[in-house]
């Protein structure tokens, strides 16, 4: 699933592209995916304007013009592509394409479109496209007066941001002593302490902190909690920095893969040596999730 730095660059990408772009049509081959009501969709979508793109945890929002906002949640396969197809020359009839995707890698990312994952398709006045694709069919996108959006019960139920200004170690560390008896890794895994942090940037946290991932949040010291907190906010901004951790058929706006696998200090680098004392990284599973630790930097 994708996690908060995937998502953020997305919803940065699609916001330099999107905005300002007017909804002409749009087609869906499956209600799961798109479960709103055609009366809803010619008032609320169709003639309306892009004004934002926003983004709560790992849900994005697009704001629109008539005072509804697309909700869009990506869950385990969910992409976005968006295709802007220009003809070359006036009498020419071959594309020149700009595309930019992100989600869920695979080959949708960048082969063409609409394929057998294509649920909806968002047609713009001015001929450009936004594709959703999702091949297991968990993902959606919702229609919602934006005013009602805070209300859902997701909404209600996320933890803070952990990349916010105001969001302080204090805060950050009262989040997490609610949760004392539970293993810092589920508790970081959990949407309602913190919101957006999943696997891949939980081992690379702790890692970077030296907290073995078993260990109870109750017997974690305020300066390792601390740790902790600077820790998340580094590496997951160093994600957004590098496009986020997709590493294979992942395209950004300029047409970049994404690169922070190629910085990643532990997760998938079981077998080889940590860099910072040299033991092998192992691979074990904690709170459900297959883990990488260094066994020797992070005692439990």
């Known amino acids: 699933m994708p996690e908060l730095p995937e998502v953020e660059t997305v919803r940065r990408g699609l916001h330099g592209l999107i905005v300002g772009r007017v909804f002409k049509a749009v087609d869906h081959d499956n209600p799961k995916s798109f479960p709103n009501v055609p009366d809803d969709i010619k008032q609320f979508l169709i003639g309306s ?17 008539s005072g509804c906002t697309l909700v869009i949640h990506l869950k385990m396969t969910g992409q976005l592509v968006f295709i802007d197809r220009k003809l070359v020359g006036s009498k020419s009839n071959i594309a020149n394409e700009v595309r930019f995707a992100g989600g869920h890698p695979s080959d949708s990312l960048v082969g063409s479109l609409p394929d057998k994952s294509t649920r909806v398709v968002f047609y713009f006045k001015d001929e450009t496209h936004l594709y959703f694709n999702d091949q297991r069919k968990f993902g959606w996108i919702r229609i919602i007066p934006t005013d009602e959006v805070e209300n859902l019960d997701f909404m209600k139920k996320v933890g803070p941001e952990p990349l916010e200004d105001n969001f302080t170690s204090k805060e950050f560390t009262e989040c997490f002593m609610r949760r004392s008896k539970t293993s810092i890794k589920a508790a970081l895994l959990d949407q309602s302490v913190i919101a957006g942090v999943g696997n891949i940037y939980a081992d690379e946290s702790l890692w970077a902190a030296k907290i073995h991932p078993s260990t109870l949040v109750g017997n974690l010291s305020s300066v390792k909690l601390k740790l902790l907190y600077e820790a998340v906010r580094l590496i997951m901004n ?3 920095e590098k496009g986020g951790s997709t590493d294979r058929n992942y395209v950004d706006a300029e047409g970049k ?3 922070y696998l190629s910085f990643a200090k532990v997760f998938r680098r079981e077998g080889q040596p940590c860099l910072s004392c040299g033991t092998e990284i192992i691979k074990l599973r904690v ?6 630790i260094c066994p020797v930097c992070q005692i439990l």
């Open 257 to 259: 893969k994404g690169s």
């Open 238 to 240: 160093l994600a957004i």
């Open 49 to 65: 304007k892009v004004v934002d793109v926003r983004r709560r945890a790992k849900v994005l929002m697009i704001d629109l013009s």
């Open 287 to 292: 709170a459900g999730r297959g883990t990488h």
